[in-house]
């Protein structure tokens, strides 16, 4: 089950290099599409994901009016991938309107909805950058913690958002709420451009349903070996 809660993503530049990720790493079960991969590639990727009988993640975060999210999310749900973000930031409008699309493009399409998680506040952000380059006057757990709520009542299943608010999260939005959390980092592994990590075995105990963990897999040296270590961290965990 440790493997079912990791998810990996698959931020290469091209389909090619993405079949050679999904190739070389058959243990990983749940991989995540984002921009970089769906903008030059478009959805072929998730046909090779689904004849592999792997779950999707398609993470595009939706961030626009609501018609638009809208219309982005009918989209979307007709892939018949497992997750799907929005930015919270788009406001409840968009985030209705994106929880009532997914049904709709589900049922055109005859498959089952994705589960919609709101992204609360990108894990590059620190606590300084929201206060003084977007000049948000809350506190970033609170902040989180609103964007969370917000998405909770406009109908989302889950939020992704930081280790580091995860308990504070769980302890307000319930069990049923799932918590995806990125930014994740074990301890030999870099930062890099994440600004609120925690180290795997941290992230579970807090109350993580997923992990979402890229580069320390993906650009290590031998992947297989720093997923191996990864899944063993968790073990010691569960
Ligand atoms: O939605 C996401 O997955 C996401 C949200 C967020 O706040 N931070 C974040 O890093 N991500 C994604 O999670 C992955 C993290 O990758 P690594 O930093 O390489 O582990 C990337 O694909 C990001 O796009």
Not at 51 to 56: F, M, V, W
Not at 126 to 142: H, N
Request: charged content about 20%; proline content about 7%; aromatic content about 6%.
């Amino acid at each position: 089950m440790t493997n079912e809660r990791i998810i990996v993503p698959l931020d290469v530049p091209d389909l090619q290099r993405a079949i050679t990720l999904l190739d070389r790493l058959p243990q990983v079960n749940f991989w995540k599409v984002g921009l970089e991969l769906f903008t030059s590639s478009g959805p072929t990727i998730l046909e090779v994901l689904k004849s592999r009988q792997k779950r999707i993640f398609l993470d595009l975060k939706f961030h626009d009016i609501p018609n638009t999210v809208a219309g982005a999310c009918r989209g979307a749900a007709s892939y018949g991938v497992d997750l799907l973000t929005v930015h919270a930031s788009a406001g409840k409008d968009a985030l209705k309107a994106a929880t009532d699309a997914v049904q709709v493009g589900a049922l055109q399409a005859g498959v089952q909805p994705p589960k919609l998680i709101a992204i609360t506040l990108l894990t590059s952000i620190s606590s300084l950058q929201l206060a003084k380059d977007l000049k948000v006057p809350l506190e970033l757990p609170e902040y989180a913690l609103t964007m969370a709520l917000m998405a909770q009542e406009s109908g989302f299943k889950g939020a992704v958002c930081s280790p580091q608010e995860v308990t504070h999260l769980r302890q307000v939005c319930g069990d049923d709420f799932l918590l995806v959390c990125p930014g994740v980092r074990p301890i030999w592994s870099h930062q890099a451009d994440q600004k609120r990590s925690l180290t795997p075995a941290q992230a579970i105990l807090a109350g993580a349903n997923y992990l979402v963990i890229g580069r320390p897999i993906t650009a290590a040296p031998e992947p297989e070996l720093a997923w191996q270590k990864i899944v063993a961290e968790l073990n010691t965990v569960k």
